[in-house]
């Protein structure tokens, strides 16, 4: 290595065009060097006095790319529980096709929302995973658990209490978010044998819990087996075309998809008496995801003892939209209120939350 170096040095000094041409100062080099990523933070302060960390990496799948979170951190005036923040894991929509950590519709302002869950005493975390278009299932589910334990690695860093932690999503991400409740532990799903991004090189993401204490789903979908069928009872987002959103999830269609697969991706089939508790929150005129969906699931998880909230907004269709602009403000903050008031219930410290 000195001999290189002596070598580089020489030409250089024998260059002086070439040397020029370098950067001032000159770049730090290293065989060893971590792949991290060195572009600067760019962190944000909202009115309310939360703070913002945009895209951390939390993970990379080999031969995908790198998949970011933002996180939202309560104000300095709130004081930390003596275990840290509880953490409330949001996770977007988009049919499994599309979305983004920072839109939900009909909410103008989305980040907005999540810094005023954290202005409550929470850590927020909003995730983005991998798409339909980009990696079949189980990889979304896998990219979720790999959040949950990223942020279990990172707890002291951002005062996280890795033991009170709650997903939240709408309505793939409504899918994920009841998945990963009722999935705690699953090898199937779990992204194992990868390194976590920011983490010691010997810690993987097997090493770490997955396990939430509860999930918030709005108008989800909990069963893949039973969609198809429910669609056409009410005449919904067709099912029956091979580029719905669930077979392209599944890299099949219907009944060329095998069983054991379907029944893999569908929350319901996972539901005991061990899941954390739950709110599912759904219109009842949905035409894009069955109302129907999120009653099934309510009934499971009635059957098996597992705590439970169901909230069916009347005349409300898919995104809470209403028949009027009124009517899709109130059942979107109708919704809202009472996430909160369930986060709150869950996993809330109220020395922190009533502030």
Sequence with gaps: MKELALLIAVALTASPRAAA??????????????????????????????????????????????????????????????????????????????????????????????????????????????????????????????????????????????DRAVTWGQPAGGHLASLAAVSCGSAALSPTGVALASGPPDVTVAALSDCVQGAVAWFGLFDIATIQEQAREVKALSRDVADAPEWRLLGCFAAACPPPQITAASPASYVDRSDPPMLLIVGSEDTLVPTKQTIEMAKRLAAAGVKHDVIVLPGINHSFIGRTAEATRDANLKALAATFEFIDRTIGNRSSTER
């Design 21 to 162: 041409q370098l950067p001032t100062p000159l770049p730090e080099i290293a065989a060893d060097a971590a792949r991290t990523d060195r572009y600067p933070a760019h962190d944000a302060t909202f009115p309310n006095g939360v703070t913002s960390i945009a895209d951390l990496q939390y993970w990379t799948p080999v031969g995908y790319r790198p998949l970011t979170l933002d996180l939202y951190l309560p104000p300095a005036s709130v004081r930390p529980p003596a275990t840290g923040f509880p953490l409330v894991i949001q996770i977007h929509g988009g049919a499994f096709m599309g979305g983004d950590k920072r839109l939900i519709l009909p909410f103008v302002d989305w980040p907005g929302v999540l810094a005023s869950l954290a202005a409550r005493g929470y850590v927020v975390a909003s995730i983005n995973y991998r798409l339909s278009g980009e990696a079949r299932f189980p990889a979304q589910a896998q990219d979720v658990k790999a959040a949950v334990r990223w942020l279990r690695l990172n707890a002291v860093k951002y005062s996280i209490d890795p």
